[in-house]
């Protein structure tokens, strides 16, 4: 069964540019999550997308948003970068619940100069 | 608010020895979800186990095992004989019924095991 596939592995960015991270989830799996791991915050929740709707959002300025397809598959969108941007996004898929355990991709390393 | 702190920033052993990653939790939720997930170098987050909040039963797994006690709120991660392989960061993660999907996670612990 393939895992959660991240696309691209890496992307350097300027200031002020838009960056568009691709996600898609195990296959059956239709919630699909999205956190940003950062050396001083942490890993940090930005959005959980099922059936096309975000359900919950995490505390992140509007310039971070995502969607969901049809097919389960998700993107994340961040418009007016800042440099504070640069890490890693992982997005994680799971069954819908709480207990659900979320299976991770190999995320995208996002830098901004 | 749901909270996870690992208080352990870096744990450092020789192979084969015993170690124990603390985990402290915080919630006011009566239903909640805790696990343990392990990121090696290459990046990925890879889950290693999940408990109900009802369920205190402690787990082994291989040379893993996990002690739940509520009244201490605490869940930690004990791995017997420690290997190489096992060097990585652990983080310890809370979901609560009310925010669905949505993890808190904790700092996370270095773990060096030595050769």
């Known amino acids: 069964k393939a895992g959660v596939t991240q696309t691209p592995r890496y992307l350097i960015k300027t200031r002020g540019q838009q960056v568009t991270l691709s996600c898609s989830p195990i296959s059956g799996h239709r919630s699909v999550s999205w956190y940003q791991q950062t050396p001083g915050q942490g890993l940090q929740f930005l959005f959980e997308y099922f059936s096309e709707t975000q359900r919950n959002k995490g505390n992140f300025p509007g310039r971070f948003s995502g969607r969901q397809f049809s097919n389960s598959r998700s993107e994340m969108n961040v418009s007016t970068l800042e440099l504070g941007d640069s890490a890693l996004y992982l997005c994680?898929?799971?069954?819908?619940?709480?207990?659900?355990?979320?299976?991770f991709g190999d995320g995208t390393r996002l830098s901004i100069l | 608010a749901q909270k996870v702190t690992q208080a352990q920033t870096e744990i450092s052993v020789v192979e084969k020895e015993d170690v124990t990653l603390d985990c402290v939790y915080e919630t006011r939720d009566t239903t909640y979800y805790l696990f343990w997930y392990k990121q090696p170098p290459s990046g990925e987050l890879v889950f290693l186990i999940r408990r109900n909040s009802f369920d205190e039963q402690n787990e082994i797994s291989g040379r893993y095992s996990w002690n739940f006690q509520k009244s201490t709120s605490s869940f930690n991660f004990t791995i017997t004989a420690s290997q190489v392989v096992d060097s990585a960061v652990y983080f310890c993660a809370l979901s609560v019924r009310e925010y669905g999907n949505k993890l808190v996670f904790g700092a996370g612990t270095i773990l060096r095991v030595k050769s």
């Open positions: 994680a898929s799971s069954l819908p619940g709480p207990n659900q355990p979320q299976h």
